[in-house]
């Protein structure tokens, strides 16, 4: 069978549980995936739901209603994703005020913690407190990325969702309405198509001749193995520097985004760690806005920067063996999510450019896949 109701492009964070979220309505979905083996920006992050982040009424629903999702989702989807609660360390550098940076965080509707040299040392002793002067701690939820999405999936075969490993290499429409897909192997046709490819809906969009607010930047890491050193905290440098990268280079995007250069535009590095439950560490992360998707970065420079990086902020970890990953990033200007119907093409949407996805992707997608069926628009306007 080659028609569907909905066809979802990228099986990441965003494709996999939109594409849950839908075959849950009866819809029969079809999830397109490239790769067979997961090598994406989802598998390659740390897995932490920021649910402290809502700083207006509408974040502040989605994160109450997203950490309560992942309280049962281990249930709902029948697979074991890892989940748990622990503390997010926000490491305050030396030469930052404490008290300043404490205040900058008070927008968020959970405020943090501060916490001095010794009680960050107390929570978290592979942190080397020369480096600090204190500490943010706040309360997070973390799954193992690629679990969640293998769970997603798994769940949306069970209500008679397909996924195919195929790449998408055209949409197609007649006239101004979606017809359908092309991949390398096949054509499908649905009257609803939604664009889930993180950083590569951009080019999606710009065959289309589509103009949306969608970015993305280059991340690079480290993947290590299960390692012998327990890191109790998830540990990330006290910056809004890379949001701030992102928000300049979204404000003068078409002079940017008009050529696919590899010129850098941002560089941003934040030394950060988190340790899955089965002992490897994602190590992280550098990220740069580069226009051109697929611009050649240098891993050996790049390893070299994030390992004195750590070795400076978490000293034991700096060393352990591992495999550097650079993978892109979807983000947008204005609301964290780039999220509805795109006006130019009926039966064409997105359901990209998250910031902090792993808290507002699920519950949002309920909030998508309800005004996809019902029309209703309950929480914000999904008119692009
Ligand atoms: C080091 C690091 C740490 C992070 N930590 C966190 C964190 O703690 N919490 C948090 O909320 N976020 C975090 N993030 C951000 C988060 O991982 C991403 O924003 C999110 O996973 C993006 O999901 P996505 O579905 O939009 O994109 P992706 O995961 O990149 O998925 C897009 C998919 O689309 C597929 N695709 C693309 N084009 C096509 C095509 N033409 N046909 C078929 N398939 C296609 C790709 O293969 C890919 O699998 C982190 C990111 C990094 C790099």
Redesign the pocket.
Known sequence: MNNYDVII???????SVLSYELAKKNLRVLL????SI?????????????YWCGTDETTIKLCQEGINIYRNLTEELDYNIDFRELDLLFTIDKNQDPENTFQQYQKFHIAPKLLDKKETNSLEPLINIDAISGSLRFPQGHVQ?EKMIFAYQKALMRLGGKVEQ????SVEKNQDKIIGVK?EKNSYSASQIIL?????SRS?LQNLGINLPLYFSH?Q?IMTPPAPVKLKT?VMPCTMKRLDTEKQVAQSAEKIWQKESNTLYGDVLEAGA?QFLDGSF?L??ISQIIPNLNSPIDSVISEKRLRDAIASILPSLANLSGKWHN????FTEGMPFLVGKIGQIEGLSIF?G?T????FVPPLARYFADYLVNGEETLISFNL
Request: aromatic share 12%.
């Open positions: 492009i990228g099986g990441g964070l965003t494709g397109l995936e490239k790769d997961f090598n994406n920006a989802t598998v390659y992050s740390y897995g932490g739901i920021s990325p195929e790449l998408v290499i991949t889930c490819a993180g950083a590569f999606i991340a890491l998830l988190i994602c992280g992360q993978c892109q990033v979807a990209s998250f902090s996805p792993f808290v």
